[in-house]
């Protein structure tokens, strides 16, 4: 397959890129550390943060709420499963506010900047996520990914799977739908892309969600790359 | 002055980092002597495209027309001004539709690039611009331009120096005004920033317009920062 049209690749970064789930956990020893907390399982603590995250976009997706930034999302989150942990009392109001940046702070999987960083002397290379700007651009920043531009959902007040999400993307860049390419580690994702006629690419991800995982171990349909990593990625790439 | 709380630097980007005129004379002369086009004086050709610039957009500000993009602006003057240069029959729509495409390849000034480097590493840095997104993210890319994030008048519809540029950029990275700093060669853009909370730095390019140049050849307020380069800039942030 030619991808000689391919002009710009969007990135998912929640698990496709970032390794949100090792990184809170890491956060999360450290933390315990510093501050003599009880002893709690971080990994666990980071998979009740993340399953927040889809019920909280759905309440926004169905309407129920007006448009709420995701870094909300996750505080509000945050406030419930400190509870639910044991750390209501242990943790105050500026730990809290430090905690929820965690999720800007993100390490990539260590596939990433090799693999962006080939892909960067073609492609233009941004991140097509719903996390927030600043948040996104402060982790490719720490972590050395070399974006070209930053889309969020904050640029669309809407969250993916909706279609503003992509077609807001398509109309920014002004370029063909079909010279865009998605590259999501979630079938889903993938399916949304190629419904507005973009291009798909599926990373293989299978331990994003640890033992919370359930799906999204393959790739369900004939995307248009299959790989493991973001060199697999560079080498179908051509790069 | 302390700069302590400044997070994000914003920076405009035709004049202030890109030297349009010299960019695009050069690209000029190229094609003449790829083509064997009659002699012309490119520079005036620069300057004479340029002048359409603040004439289409202010139709755009003033609610004559709608929301039209600057690459459809820069498009409209360069069909008129190859009339006024005696190339309408020489140049055909490929060549123009390249040409159009020159300001998306547009170099930077020599500061730049080590100025914005040292910056990098305790500022987030982006641009506010009139340009497109893909010719902004474009240019980066080519020059190495170590850009956080491209926020461009695409994202509000509206072009500096109306309100809803900067309040819009305010919004997206959900910090306070005064963490956000605007750096412009402009004292008009400038002016705007300030009236908004925003830091502000003033960098001199009084080349940038050549013997057009009629404004702008010293700061008309006292800015937190005066400067005549990105490292001058990087010199006054602490980097």
Redesign the interface.
């Known amino acids: 397959m030619s991808f000689d049209n391919v002009k ?1 690749l969007l990135f998912d970064t929640f698990g496709t890129v970032a390794d949100w789930r090792g990184s809170i956990t890491r956060k999360g020893e450290q933390l315990a550390r510093e501050k003599s907390l009880a002893e709690i399982d971080w990994d666990a603590f980071a998979r009740a943060w993340r399953a927040g995250y889809k019920p909280g976009m759905a309440r926004v997706q169905s309407g129920e709420r007006p448009w709420t ?1 995701i ?1 909300v999302i996750h505080r509000e989150r945050l406030d419930e499963i400190l509870t639910d942990f044991g750390l209501d009392n242990a943790v105050g109001e500026d730990d809290r506010q430090a905690m929820n940046l965690w999720w800007h702070q993100l390490d990539p999987w260590p596939d990433c900047v090799p693999g962006l960083t080939r892909l ?1 002397r073609r492609y ?1 290379l ?1 991140t097509l996520s719903n996390g ?3 948040g ?3 982790m ?2 720490r972590a050395g990914l070399p ?4 889309f969020s959902s ?2 669309f007040k809407a969250y993916k799977r909706d279609a503003a999400v992509y077609l807001g993307a398509i109309d ?4 063909d739908p079909g010279a865009m390419m998605m590259v999501a580690a979630h079938n889903d994702d993938l399916v949304a892309a190629r419904s507005h006629g973009m291009r798909t690419a599926y990373i293989g991800r299978p331990y994003e969600y640890g033992s919370d995982q359930t799906n999204d171990f393959k790739p369900e349909e004939d995307w248009d790359v299959i790989g493991h990593s973001m060199e697999d990625l560079a080498q179908a790439m051509g790069t």
């Open positions: 710009a930034a870094d960067k233009l941004g927030s700007i600043i996104l651009a402060g490719g920043k974006w070209d531009f930053i904050d640029l920014l860049l002004n370029l």
